[in-house]
Every structure is written in structure tokens, then in C-alpha cells.
């Protein structure tokens, strides 16, 4: 009778995984995934435009970027664990919203540099990255984009409503209405999409101290309404 050794009973299915498991490969691909990750935290922080800047956000595009990286050094040598990955991966859900387009291409440029450097393509993550970096800080940074405001403006004399069509008329690069409602009591509200002449926005002041106006707010859209 043949006695049983510690790879028999493996099969030497365990040992073959960590026999053929490179170490140094592993961390190669982790420390780029980190430096790429890097990389794109520094141009996220740089060309962030939105309302209120999301430090756990950016952060998260490194862990993203090097977990991603690992999954993938996991299945690249295995089917049926990738198959187990991809089952396994498919009942997540996340529920947390995207407010910002632009987000949503961060956190698929770093799962993207998380599967080129797990799977060792490192210098075309490496291309790619400093690519798409420099696209958006050109895009996002050097080109200056007109937004429109948006102009409500709450009323109770019909009568002011020419005046009112002069000052921002005169004050306005371009302008166009784009509601108005009545209410009761003799109750008007007038919104404008207008574009202004080098920012001046100094016309408020005029249009608030008319008699009959009780309120005038502007509004600018980026992505995100701010008053």
C-alpha cells in the first residue's frame, strides 16, 4: 500500500497556484496601479469644477485603480475563477448616484488602468493615462466654456415688465424667456436664460431696487445649479 504524502492530497492543484504565483510581478503591478492612481487623483483635484469637492471620492479612484489590479493578476491564469469572479462580482449593487458626468469618467479610467497593469500591459497604461490626463486639463481648465444664468425674477406690477425687458436687454450678451407664471393676488414670475458680457452681473442690483420687484435671483448651470 502507497502511503499518502502532502501532495497527494492536494492533488497538487494548491501547489501548482503558489508555485506559479510571482511575487514580484504582483508588486510591480500594484505599485503601478498605485502611481497611475496617483495620476489620476492629481488631475481630478486639478480640474474639479463641481459645487463641493469629494476628498473620499478621490481617494477611491487609487483603491479602485489597485483593487481592480488584483482581481484581475487573480483570474488571468485561471477560467473557472474568473467565471466564479464575474458571478460572484454580478450580485453587487451600487446605489451610491453620480451627480457629475465627469465622474463617471474617472471611475472608469481607473478601473481601466487597474486591468491594463493586472494584466501587465503596464506601458500602455502608462501612454494612455498621461494622454487622457493632459486631454482633460487642456478640455477642462484651458478652454473657457460659456454657461448660461438663469434669471427669475418675482414681481407684482405688470406695468415694470418694459422696463424690466430693457435693463436685461441692454446688460446681456443674449436673452430669451424661457417661463412665465401668475399667480394669485397679482403674482408674476418671469425666468430669462441670458448670457452675460464679461461677468457683469452688476444689473441685479439695478433690477432689485425697481419699484414692484420683491425678488431677483440668478442662477448658473455647470452640471450643477448654484446660486
Not at 16 to 29: P, R
Not at 58 to 66: D, G, H, Q, R
Not at 116 to 143: D, E, H, Q, R
Not at 208 to 221: E, N
Amino acid at each position: 500500500m502507497e502511503s499518502l504524502n502532502f501532495n497527494d492530497i492536494f492533488k497538487s492543484n494548491f501547489l501548482e497556484k503558489t508555485s506559479s504565483f510571482s511575487v514580484v510581478d504582483s508588486i510591480i503591478g500594484l505599485v503601478s496601479a498605485f502611481i497611475l492612481g496617483l495620476l489620476i487623483y492629481m488631475v481630478y483635484k486639478k480640474t474639479f469644477s463641481g459645487v463641493i469637492y469629494s476628498h473620499t471620492f478621490n481617494i477611491s479612484l487609487i483603491v479602485m485603480s489597485m483593487a481592480t489590479s488584483l482581481v484581475i493578476m487573480g483570474i488571468s491564469s485561471n477560467v473557472l475563477l474568473s467565471l466564479g469572479m464575474v458571478g460572484a462580482l454580478s450580485i453587487v449593487r451600487f446605489r451610491t448616484p453620480i451627480k457629475d458626468p465627469m465622474d463617471i469618467v474617472y471611475l472608469f479610467w481607473a478601473i481601466i488602468v487597474g486591468i491594463l497593469c493586472g494584466a501587465g500591459f503596464i506601458p500602455l497604461a502608462v501612454i494612455g493615462s498621461i494622454l487622457i490626463g493632459l486631454v482633460l486639463i487642456l478640455f477642462i481648465n484651458k478652454i473657457k466654456i460659456e454657461n448660461p444664468y438663469l434669471l427669475v425674477i418675482r414681481y407684482d406690477e405688470q406695468s415694470i415688465e418694459s422696463a424690466l425687458e430693457h435693463i436685461v436687454s441692454s446688460h446681456t450678451k443674449k436673452h430669451s424667456v424661457k417661463s412665465k407664471s401668475i399667480a394669485s393676488g397679482n403674482h408674476f414670475e418671469i425666468t430669462y436664460e441670458v448670457r452675460l458680457t464679461d461677468e457683469n452681473t452688476s444689473f441685479l442690483n439695478s433690477i432689485s431696487d425697481m419699484k414692484g420687484i420683491q425678488s431677483a435671483v440668478m442662477l448658473s448651470y455647470d452640471g450643477n445649479f448654484t446660486a
